[in-house]
């Protein structure tokens, strides 16, 4: 796997998903961060999850990498070199828990193994991404669908947002926002993610201890 400097995640980007857990669209891009070593390649291996911390949620997003140092006015396609699915795997109950005290969500979305991601691919362009959807299919049944005219903030607005207030380089990430449909996985479940009608990445849930 191409190494990876910083690992961007965009929350409630898409706003069927706020809707489903109850929380209010946000007025700019609501950011939050993974460390490196939550990062698993997703080859068909099992997965090993976090068992007895309550339900893990999977979160399908769509990912791209930054392929050069980002300057102001820089669009999409002249930065994007790549392009991957990904889930966020987040715990619920801990996420519940973390809100009620105003907490950071590390502890819920940090975890090890908490973003398999496939292998990355080179990025068509933007226009080309807006005309395919992506899927999660669990156990053989579809789960989520997202396509990215439904973003409530763009890749250039969420690209430009990072930038500003993180920095953004070659070698970063971005996980892009989930559709709604999220859910709980418990141990044996078969997870796979197409981009159209191509399998991307598959693996199965480990949830053991």
Known sequence: MT??????CVGRNFGLHAAELGNE?????????????????????????????????????????????????MQVDELVDAMALGIDFTLRDVQSELKKKGHPWLLAKGFLGSAPITEFRPFPGEDEVLQTEFVLRKNGAEAQRGNLNDLIFNLQVIIDYIAANFGL?????????????????????????????????????????
Request: hydrophobic content about 40%.
């Open 3 to 8: 190494t990876i400097r910083n690992i961007y």
């Open 25 to 73: 669209v946000p007025d700019k891009p609501m950011i939050f961060m993974k460390p490196t070593h939550a990062l698993v390649p997703m080859n068909g291996q099992p997965i090993e999850l976090p068992a007895g911390r309550g339900e893990v949620h999977y979160e399908t997003e769509f990912v791209i990498r930054i392929g050069r140092d980002y300057r102001p006015g």
């Open 169 to 209: 380089g070659a070698g970063d990430i971005i996980f892009t926002g989930t559709p709604a449909g999220v859910a709980a996985v418990k141990h044996g479940d078969r997870l796979e993610l197409l981009w159209g009608s191509e399998k991307f990445g598959e693996f199965t849930v480990k949830m053991e201890g």
